[in-house]
């Protein structure tokens, strides 16, 4: 049986990570020459090369891309033993990293919590960022789920697990002086102030195809892929704003916005993405297949 030296494992991930073995150096305060022997003798140990070198740059394998896949949920689990023990709670708490892409409503990150919540002991991280990092970090194991208003590309699709959280009416929003529009609504948003998603997000791309096809022309006040940040300029008055209709009840509750109306034929599908894992987080799975997402 063959020991593993867990040491060299951690200079193998720092290397893999910082992508040459001079930045790894830094960062270990250690000398080159010294972390190029302990991957030497790791990859005897396992018996196949991590690194291959092109065009002077390190390069995983496959055996090093599963080793580092490995090497993350390994001192990930070992940190997490750290701090359960120096905590002095031995009730182990399950941690889950979601990774949420800027342009879905704060809402859905409420649902998600409070269902985690609900399913035991656990600790919840919120990552926000663009898809293509945080489908990165899914499959790097990085992050556990994701939440996407679209799917991965279809080439991708046996490296994700994709769960549809429904697809969701666009309505829009305003205070009371805009109620109006309510009334020939949807011509009357013609030459209204909008504030708006940047035009990396699909809702963008569906709005202008909607007011060009409806030959709506509107007036874009602001622009944001920050969902938090429409609704609170909206409330103040300065536009109206489209969002998923879930999205804005807690304001039209609370009276602060009226809904003017729904988009005929523009909808938000809304997506929750796992990736296989060797070592599954519980909670993760719990989620994927949790009724309590099934949210109007």
């Known amino acids: 049986m063959i020991w593993l030296n867990y040491q060299r494992l951690k200079y193998f991930q720092m290397v893999a990570q910082e992508g040459s073995i001079a930045r ?12 190029s022997i302990q991957i030497k003798h790791l990859e005897e140990e396992v018996g196949c090369a991590l690194f291959e070198r092109r065009n002077r ?3 995983l394998t496959q055996a090093g891309q599963v080793a580092l896949e490995y090497a993350n949920q390994i001192f990930s689990l070992g940190n997490e033993l750290t701090e359960v023990l120096q905590a002095g709670s031995f009730l182990r708490k399950v941690h889950l990293n979601i990774g949420v892409l800027d342009s879905i409503p704060k809402t859905v990150i409420q649902y998600l919590t409070d269902a985690a919540f609900l399913w035991g002991p656990c600790t919840v991280t919120v990552l926000e960022g ?19 208003d679209y799917q991965p ?15 969701h009416p666009i309505s829009i929003f305003g205070t009371r002086s805009f109620r109006r ?18 035009f990396h997000s699909k809702r963008r791309h569906d709005l202008d195809h909607y007011f060009k096809t409806n030959q709506i022309s509107i007036e874009v006040v602001m622009e944001t892929q920050d969902t938090s940040v429409q609704k609170l300029m909206a409330v103040r008055g300065m536009g ?8 804005g009840q807690s304001f039209t509750k609370g009276k602060k916005m009226l809904e003017l109306g729904s988009l ?14 060797t070592i599954t987080n519980p909670l993760a799975d719990h989620l994927m297949n949790c009724k309590l997402l099934d949210f109007e």
């Open 153 to 167: 590309d279809v080439g991708d699709f046996r490296r994700f697990f994709i769960r549809s959280l429904g697809r």
């Open 181 to 198: 529009l309510i009334k020939d609504f949807p011509e009357s948003l013609q030459g209204q102030p909008f504030l708006l998603p940047t």
């Open 130 to 148: 663009t898809g293509d990092l945080l489908f990165r970090e899914l499959l790097a194991h990085k992050v556990d789920l994701v939440v996407a």
């Open 240 to 247: 109206l704003v489209a969002l998923p209709r879930f999205a």
């Open 24 to 35: 790894a150096s830094e960062k270990l305060n250690l000398g080159q020459p010294a972390i």
């Open 57 to 59: 740059k390190l390069v």
């Open 264 to 277: 005929e034929g523009v909808y938000e599908d809304l997506y929750l993405v796992s990736s296989p894992r």
